[in-house]
């Protein structure tokens, strides 16, 4: 049985959360553009590439699970000595 498989509950539960992350990162981004002063929401602009690079790192987290080695299925090919 693979590792995603077994813990699948929270596999679903980190991409809801990297999905939450990623969209509120879009919302920041949206309110800097959007933003009507003179500062230029400067603020806004930076919550919003912290959220994203938070995201891209979870998303990494969580997609690495899928590309683990599965140890209990593992083939161990030999070889013999020729004489």
Same mark, same amino acid.
């Given at each position: 049985?693979s590792?995603?498989?077994?813990?699948?509950?929270?596999?679903?539960? @980190?991409?809801?959360g990297?999905?939450?992350?990623?969209?509120l990162?879009?919302? $920041?981004?949206?309110l800097f553009?959007?933003?009507e002063?003179? $500062?230029?929401? !400067?603020?806004?602009?930076?919550?919003?590439? #912290?959220?994203?690079?938070?995201?891209?790192?979870a998303?990494?987290?969580?997609?690495? #699970?899928?590309v683990?080695?599965d +140890?209990d299925?593992?083939?161990?090919? +030999? @070889? !013999?000595r020729?004489?």
């Amino acid at each position: 049985m693979s590792y995603a498989k077994k813990d699948l509950k929270n596999v679903t539960a @980190s991409i809801i959360g990297v999905v939450v992350t990623a969209a509120l990162a879009v919302w $920041q981004f949206y309110l800097f553009v959007t933003f009507e002063g003179s $500062q230029g929401g !400067t603020s806004h602009l930076w919550w919003a590439i #912290v959220m994203a690079l938070v995201a891209c790192g979870a998303a990494f987290m969580v997609f690495s #699970v899928f590309v683990r080695h599965d +140890t209990d299925d593992e083939l161990h090919i +030999t @070889s !013999t000595r020729r004489a």
